[in-house]
């Protein structure tokens, strides 16, 4: 009996944290929506809550299991959904039309999906995804009044008393939420910036790093700012910045290997599991060929594999081109060659190729999972992977200069 009760307890306890999110939106329908949360401004941890598939109806639910206020996306194809869930209350959201993304964006390494604000239905008007909307709403519009004018801190400070005193909070995420987009004000003073808005707002606290405002306010604050010992007041924002200015390839890559604090190195180690470089193994799932053939890349590994990335509009890739295919033919018992296009019309790719074995011809258009795992950005782009499918050379010698 007393085990029945810890059970009953315990499940009480889970469903009370319980949020439901539903809606009907036809053109999802037979579509997988996925919600996820981060923990950090790079999208390193990017946690999945739950997945669904949409009904004929366009009926969906998804669960989400949180014991405080976070933010989580909807990932809608050529958007991402926004919603705010606090802890226990349910959603009945809007999705928009669906709009897919193009080849064009797929093979496009810097396209990022657009971020909406979802809407809802009979929202009460204390929910903190209208606290927030209602705020920024305010917020766009002290904005615009103190950048048309010359700027003086008097002025911001006038600014944030103004829409603290119009959105009083006793509400913890959206106090914080409030403390970081005050933070943007405060480094609007040239003479202080950004200065001023780190040691009033970021180094006397902890970093949020489920608080969006915190990461919007961290980048636009710290991508201008040079390295200060006295950052090292706190100890996890001075990794955490130095981090950034290694991501914006402000310093070396093995400044890394100087961040201690726990949490910034977690992000660190999921940033180095998806950064292709020697060591590396492409999850690549299956292959579909330009004879239209698909297999696993797991029945392609092979003593060593060369991958040559080419463009058919390129003079070099029509070269490596014909290398390939002389590779082919001179190594096949010690080597197998992998023609890849990074062109987004397959008509041009198989004309470079007629009079070749396309067995192992492939078109990022078919395959756009090799852009991710390869980070093919532009062509030629040579790598070499060993037996064990791991990168042995990226960027790897080109055609004429590589044996086996």
Not at 312 to 324: G, V
Not at 365 to 384: G, H, M
Request: charged share 25%.
């Amino acid at each position: 009996m007393r085990k029945l009760l810890i059970i009953t307890y315990l499940f009480a306890s889970f469903s009370i944290f319980a949020s439901e999110i539903t809606g009907v939106a036809p053109s999802y329908a037979g579509k997988k929506l996925i919600i996820s949360t981060t923990h950090d401004g790079w999208d390193a941890t990017k946690e999945s809550l739950d997945s669904c598939i949409v009904a004929e109806d366009g009926t969906f639910s998804l669960q989400v299991n949180n014991s405080e206020t976070i933010q989580a996306q909807l990932d809608l194809g050529y958007y991402t959904g926004i919603v705010y869930i606090e802890k226990g209350k349910n959603y009945n959201v809007n999705l928009p039309a669906r709009k897919d993304i193009t080849a064009r964006e797929k093979l496009n390494p810097y396209f990022k999906p657009q971020t909406i604000l979802l809407s809802f239905n009979d929202l009460p008007t204390d929910d903190i995804n209208r606290k927030i909307a209602d705020f920024e709403d305010s917020f766009d519009s002290v904005w615009v009044d103190l950048t048309q004018n010359f700027i003086t801190t008097e002025k911001i400070d006038s600014a944030m008393n103004y829409l603290d005193e119009k959105y009083p909070s006793n509400d913890k995420f959206f106090s914080e939420y409030k403390h970081y987009r005050y933070a943007l004000l405060v480094n609007l003073y040239s003479p202080g910036a950004p200065k001023l808005a780190i040691k009033n707002f970021f180094l006397p606290y902890k970093v949020k790093y489920n608080q969006p405002a915190f990461w919007e306010a961290f980048e636009s604050i710290f991508t201008g700012f040079n390295m200060s010992d006295y950052l090292k007041e706190n100890e996890e924002l001075y990794d955490l910045s130095l981090l950034h200015q290694v991501l914006l390839d402000n310093l070396p890559k093995n400044y890394m290997d100087s961040i201690k604090t726990e949490n910034v190195t977690k992000i660190v180690d999921a940033l180095r599991k998806d950064e292709v470089g020697v060591g590396y193994k492409p999850i690549l799932g299956e292959l579909t060929n330009l004879n239209g053939v698909t297999f696993p890349w797991s029945e392609l590994y092979y003593n060593k594999v060369y991958i040559i990335v080419a463009n058919s509009s390129l003079r070099q890739s029509l070269s490596d081109i014909q290398y390939f295919k002389k590779m082919q033919e001179k190594y096949a018992e010690k080597c197998l060659f992998l023609l890849i296009f990074a062109d987004e019309d397959k008509s041009a790719c198989l004309r470079q190729v007629e009079k070749i074995n396309k067995d192992f011809v492939f078109s990022v258009v078919d395959n756009p999972q090799l852009v991710k795992q390869l980070q093919i950005k532009n062509a030629p782009l040579y790598i070499t992977l060993d037996n064990d499918g791991k990168i042995v050379k990226y960027p790897a010698e080109e055609p004429k200069y590589f044996v086996p």
